[in-house]
């Protein structure tokens, strides 16, 4: 038993076999598939395809990089959704900032604008977070800390192994581990994973993106999560199928589903 807690199922990369893939991932053991909200133009799409699929959710959200499209009363309209299990992904993301300081500390003033309305909304409607960070640690658990007596949590996707942010352990965040894992030069993940709690540790491929070893360089999809989970279960010197169970009922546990 096995939970994918973030692919992109709705990506064009899986226009022409999503019927495949998600039976692969199936075959392999993942009994549970969440697709998070990064641009309001593919929302439809992935609302679309957890009505097909018993088992797969999705989440309402915009990643940092689509800020600009932005609508509140779009995600409003698909949250009540019942497979909508969470807000996200949502967050900051500095690494591609551009032009002058004046101009970046615009866009990150922005940035942060769009995530708090994200984390509002997800206390409104009472749903977890899916939370994206990237080169923006100290800004971001900022902000989560503000906010975290009154959200019920949420995960932070592709967890950038920054030990600072290990403290929202305690503020019922969890801690997405994808493909990364399994890089060569994955060392300060691989330092810090033993160092989250068990009970706080969930799964994610991040598909299309992030393919994990020895498929990188190709598409990734849900099937590999169990690639993620034999190096996680190697790492941590737990028996795989432990770690299978402990991170899925994390998921179920988070998610409510």
């Known amino acids: 038993?096995?939970?994918?807690?973030?692919?992109?199922?709705?990506?064009?990369?899986f226009y022409d076999d999503l019927d495949e893939v998600?039976?692969?991932?199936?075959?392999?053991g993942v009994e549970k598939f969440i697709i998070p909200g990064a641009s309001l133009e593919d929302l439809p799409r992935a609302v679309e395809i957890a009505q097909r699929y018993d088992s797969v959710y999705f989440s309402v959200g915009v990643h940092p990089y689509d800020i600009a499209?932005?609508?509140i009363d779009i995600l409003k309209k698909y949250i009540t959704h019942p497979k909508c299990v969470a807000v996200g992904e949502c967050g900051l993301d500095y690494?591609?900032?551009?032009g002058t300081e004046e101009e970046k500390l615009n866009e990150k003033k922005q940035q942060a604008e769009v995530?708090?309305?994200?984390?509002?909304?997800?206390?409104?409607y009472k749903k977890p977070l899916i939370v994206h960070i990237r080169d923006a640690s100290h800004d971001s658990l900022e902000i989560l800390q503000q906010y975290a007596s009154s959200t019920l949590g949420g995960v932070l996707h592709c967890y950038n192994a920054d030990s600072q942010l290990l403290i929202l352990a305690k503020k019922n965040f969890y801690f997405g581990i994808g493909g990364v894992v399994t890089f060569k030069n994955a060392r300060k993940l691989i330092e810090v994973l033993p160092k989250i709690p068990l009970e706080k540790l969930i799964l994610e491929t991040d598909a299309p993106y992030l393919t994990p070893h020895p498929f990188r360089g190709t598409r990734n999809e849900p099937s590999y999560t169990t690639l993620?989970?034999?190096?996680?279960?190697?790492?941590l010197n737990?028996?795989?199928n432990?770690?299978?169970?402990?991170?899925?009922n994390n998921s179920k546990s988070l998610f409510s589903f």
Not at 22 to 28: G, M, N, Q, Y
Not at 228 to 234: D, L, Q, R
Not at 242 to 248: E, R, V, Y
């Open 1 to 13: 038993m096995i939970i994918d807690t973030h692919c992109h199922l709705d990506h064009r990369d």
């Open 228 to 235: 993620i989970a034999t190096k996680v279960s190697e790492i």
């Open 238 to 240: 737990i028996d795989e």
């Open 22 to 28: 998600i039976k692969r991932a199936l075959d392999s």
């Open 242 to 248: 432990t770690l299978k169970s402990i991170t899925a």
């Open 69 to 71: 499209s932005f609508d």
């Open 95 to 98: 690494y591609r900032l551009e």
């Open 115 to 124: 995530f708090i309305k994200q984390i509002e909304l997800s206390i409104q």
